[in-house]
Structures are given as structure tokens and as C-alpha cells.
């Protein structure tokens, strides 16, 4: 008994040590598998970044060097200056923060509803909303652009940002199991107070599903800034080009110009890698669902 007794604190500190120092070499072999793995998606990053400071003869004779042999910085001052970029800047701004804001808060609504509202059907309605997921982009896009085109909307900007409005069902079911997991006593509480239901979810559940409201902006972000096809389907005319629609027509014309190309395309990318790296743990976290308080 006393062999026995005097075992258990050995054992149960071996289980206690964390998983790095009990399998050191598979941690090693790990992290080894991970930094072979990073580099095959950082490498055209590095390359993109490396040839937007070269000379255009510098570009042939680099080759796949990740290192520029000249750092010529007036490559992104001339690629601001060859087209309109602060422009198509601001119509990238409008199109993605419009959107963001809508997006967000119709589905955000709809979830709430989906989560606290105990109406007759409401299960079937959420299971169709579901469904329309497995309706691809194609179908629906020639019946919306003949919508757009009778409302004499083509060649502006709001068929690309009115959508937004009327929610998307993914980040719809995003909220709704998010605010599933929140507590009931919360909306209880709130009617007792004297709250209607639009104003607990203003003023309780939302506040309270800033980790949802953060993962949820990001990845529309991402979307929008990035879009190419909407802007190419419903813009005409260069006053509402977006970048990436913009990019398409400078490669077209300077695409040639490798170093040029390279820094707008770095410009045009930035603000995707730095929101994204300053908020990937609100990321994790929204979509991971952790509603509870």
C-alpha cells in the first residue's frame, strides 16, 4: 500500500506535463512539417513582395530569388500615379464597408429570431433558409442582374452593396448557433424589464456577440475587398471600378510592366493580410461558438 501511495503523485505529474515535453521528437517533427508547409503558401507572397522592388531587368535575372538585388520603393508611388487608384479605392471601401454593416446586421437579426423566438413553423423556415445554400451562385445570378437592369441600377454601385441587406443563410446559422448558446435567462430577464424583443437583441444579445460580430466581418472582409466577378458583371464604366476589377484592366494594360503589376497587386492585398493577422483569435473564437458568459 505505501509502494502504491507514494507512485501516484509520480504518475500523476508525468500526465500533468504538457504534450511538447513528453513527445519531444514528434513536436519537433511537427513543428518541422509545419515550417515546410507554411512555405509553400508564404513563398508567392515573399516572390510578389521581392518583384515589386525590382528593376524590370531585375526581374529576368532574379528569377525565383525571394531577396531583391535593388530596393526601388518609386515602384508603388508610380503605381498609385499610373490610374486612377485612389479612386477605385474608395468605391472598394464603399462596396465592402456597406456591405459589412449590412450584412451583419440582418443576419445577426435573423439569427436572434432563428435562436429566441419560439414561433409555430420557425424550425421548418430555418431549414429552408439552410437550403438555399446548395443553390449555386449561377442561378441566381442572370434573375438578379435583370432585376438590377429594370430598376436602372446597372453600372452603380448598389447591386453591390443592396444585397447585403437581406442576409447571407451561412453567417445566418452562424449567429443563430452562437446566440443558441447564450443563456435564456438572458431574454427573460430583458422582458421583465419592459424590453420588447428587437431591444433585447440591440441591447443584450448583441453586445454580447461581439466575438461572432468581429469572425463575421472579417470573412465578409474578405469577400467583399476581393470581389471581381460582381463588380465585372454590374460595372461598366471606370467611375465605379473597384480595385480588383481595376487591376484586371491595368494588367491588361501594363502587364508588361512586372514590377508595376506586383506593387498594385501587394497595395490591393495588404489590408486583407493586416486585418486578418491582427484578428485571427476573434476569428477562432466567433466561429467556435463560445456564447457563454
Do not use: H
Not at 18 to 36: C, D, E, G, Q
Not at 57 to 70: L, N
Request: glycine share 6%; proline share 6%.
Amino acid at each position: 500500500m505505501t509502494v502504491l501511495a507514494q507512485s501516484r503523485p509520480a504518475l500523476r505529474v508525468s500526465v500533468d506535463r504538457p504534450f511538447w515535453r513528453r513527445n519531444l521528437s514528434l513536436t519537433v517533427v511537427l513543428y518541422v512539417v509545419l515550417a515546410l508547409g507554411s512555405l509553400v503558401f508564404v513563398y508567392p507572397f515573399l516572390w510578389m513582395i521581392a518583384t515589386s522592388l525590382r528593376s524590370l531587368a531585375g526581374v529576368g535575372s532574379s528569377g525565383a530569388s525571394v531577396w531583391p538585388r535593388e530596393f526601388l520603393w518609386d515602384n508603388y508611388s508610380r503605381a498609385i500615379t499610373s490610374f486612377p487608384f485612389w479612386r477605385y479605392a474608395l468605391n472598394s471601401v464603399l462596396t465592402t464597408l456597406i456591405p459589412i454593416i449590412g450584412t451583419v446586421f440582418s443576419c445577426s437579426l435573423a439569427g436572434f429570431a432563428f435562436a429566441r423566438l419560439r414561433v409555430r413553423f420557425s424550425g421548418v423556415v430555418f431549414a429552408v433558409v439552410l437550403a438555399t445554400m446548395l443553390l449555386p451562385g449561377e442561378v441566381t445570378m442572370v434573375p438578379q442582374f435583370m432585376l438590377f437592369n429594370n430598376l436602372g441600377m446597372v453600372d452603380t454601385l448598389y447591386p453591390l452593396i443592396l444585397p447585403a441587406f437581406f442576409g447571407s443563410p451561412f453567417y445566418i446559422f452562424l449567429f443563430r448557433q452562437f446566440f443558441a448558446r447564450m443563456p435564456a435567462e438572458l431574454a427573460d430577464a430583458a422582458v421583465v424589464d419592459g424590453c420588447g424583443w428587437f431591444k433585447t437583441f440591440w441591447l443584450v444579445y448583441l453586445p454580447l456577440a461581439r466575438p461572432a460580430v468581429v469572425a463575421v466581418s472579417i470573412l465578409l472582409f474578405m469577400g467583399y475587398w476581393n470581389n471581381f466577378l460582381g463588380p465585372a458583371i454590374y460595372i461598366n464604366s471606370d467611375q465605379w471600378k473597384t480595385l480588383p476589377l481595376a487591376l484586371a484592366g491595368f494588367q491588361s494594360v501594363n502587364g508588361t510592366d512586372t514590377p508595376l503589376l506586383m506593387a498594385t497587386s501587394v497595395m490591393i492585398t495588404v489590408p486583407c493580410l493586416v486585418i486578418f493577422f491582427v484578428a485571427q483569435k476573434q476569428i477562432t473564437n466567433g466561429i467556435t461558438f463560445s456564447g457563454g458568459k
